[in-house]
């Protein structure tokens, strides 16, 4: 199966970054798998940059439906800082 790659700006959109944050990723070998056609031109494989965001999913513990409710610090039902200013 073939997939068209992506230029730097497309992948940084997919991501939600901007072009320059892949740049430096490349620079310091982080972020997504991509292929350096030459000195200018970069692309990245659309199942390259899907693995690197499933990479860094974040499962929650416990289900949002059993979970406990939240603390009362956490709700702001009052002002965090009594007292005016």
């Known amino acids: 199966m073939k997939s068209t ?14 072009p320059g944050t892949l740049a430096a990723w490349r ?5 997504p798998r991509f292929i350096k056609v030459s000195q200018n031109v970069v692309r990245y494989m659309p199942e390259d ?3 690197f965001l499933d990479a860094r999913t974040v499962e ?3 289900p949002v439906a059993q979970s406990s409710p939240l603390p009362s610090w956490l709700t702001r039902n009052k002002p965090l800082v009594s007292g005016a200013l």
Request: proline share 4%; net charge positive.
């Open 49 to 51: 940059v899907q693995a």
């Open 60 to 62: 929650p513990a416990v």
């Open 5 to 18: 790659s992506l230029n730097s700006e497309q992948a940084a959109a997919l991501i939600g970054v901007k």
């Open 27 to 31: 620079y310091r070998k982080q972020g």
